[in-house]
């Protein structure tokens, strides 16, 4: 039998990190948040100074790539052993990682990492392929979304709460612009997966979409 995972995709700032380690927290199951993966290999690659524009190298930085995750109450990223986790949620970061992420041989590379988290009892994978690609036989898929004015709120929210500077208007062109990109590439484009259940989170409050998603593991 097959370890069972539970996708969650959509935008960012749709909520899918408060949704998804909520939801691996009340089943006890695994949690892969994707997008720090991507982000990881951003900071890794802004360290090294190499050429975001140049696909090989940045899928050969994918690849020399040494990260270690520590899935307690918060996430903790170690790269090259150095802890990079305060580093992953600036809007740099997120930015540089989109356009990293557009490459299909970077794709490629980071695909089997993703599935390494597959793990007994289970898993909740969150991104923006997971129940298209890297988990397309996942039994739950969820495409969890929110207007882009809700979502730049929610994150100018979060970056205030962890004590890095923000500016709202700033924040709604940068999510309008990722999720232009993400939703434009080729490879591995945002796009609900054809059995994914659809929830708009604008007007829920993220006990309501937990509670819609813990619904559907029940069943
Ligand atoms: O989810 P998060 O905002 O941390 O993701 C950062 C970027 O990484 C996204 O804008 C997207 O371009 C990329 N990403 C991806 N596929 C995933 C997760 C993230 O392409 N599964």
Redesign the pocket.
């Known amino acids: 039998m097959s370890i069972p995972v539970i996708t969650i995709d959509g935008p ?1 700032g749709a909520g ?1 990190g408060t949704v998804s380690r909520a939801v691996a927290k009340k089943l006890a199951w695994n949690y892969l ?4 993966i ?2 990881s290999l951003a900071i890794s690659a802004l360290d090294k100074q190499a050429n975001l524009d140049d696909e090989q190298v940045m899928a050969q930085v994918a690849t020399d790539m040494d990260l270690a995750f520590d899935c307690g109450d918060e996430l903790t990223v170690l790269l090259e052993g150095v802890d990079i986790t305060h580093r992953l949620p600036t809007e740099e970061t ?1 930015s540089v ?2 356009k990293v ?1 557009a490459y299909p041989e970077v794709r490629a590379v980071l695909l089997q990492k993703q599935k390494d988290f597959r793990q007994l009892p289970g898993l909740v994978a969150d ?4 129940g298209t690609v ?1 988990f397309s036989d996942a039994e739950i898929k969820v495409f969890l979304t929110a207007s882009a004015e809700e979502r730049a709120k929610r994150r100018f929210k979060q970056l205030k709460e962890k004590g890095i500077d923000a500016n709202i208007d700033k924040l709604t062109k940068e999510i309008q612009e ?1 999720d232009r ?2 939703i434009d590439r080729k490879a ?1 484009p945002l796009v609900a997966a054809d059995d994914a259940v659809y929830i708009d989170s604008s007007h829920l409050s993220i006990d309501e979409v937990i509670n819609q998603v813990l619904a559907l593991a029940e069943k």
């Open positions: 960012s899918k948040d994707s997008g720090s991507y982000r997120g990682a989109s992420a991104g923006r392929d997971m890297v990722r990109r993400d591995a």
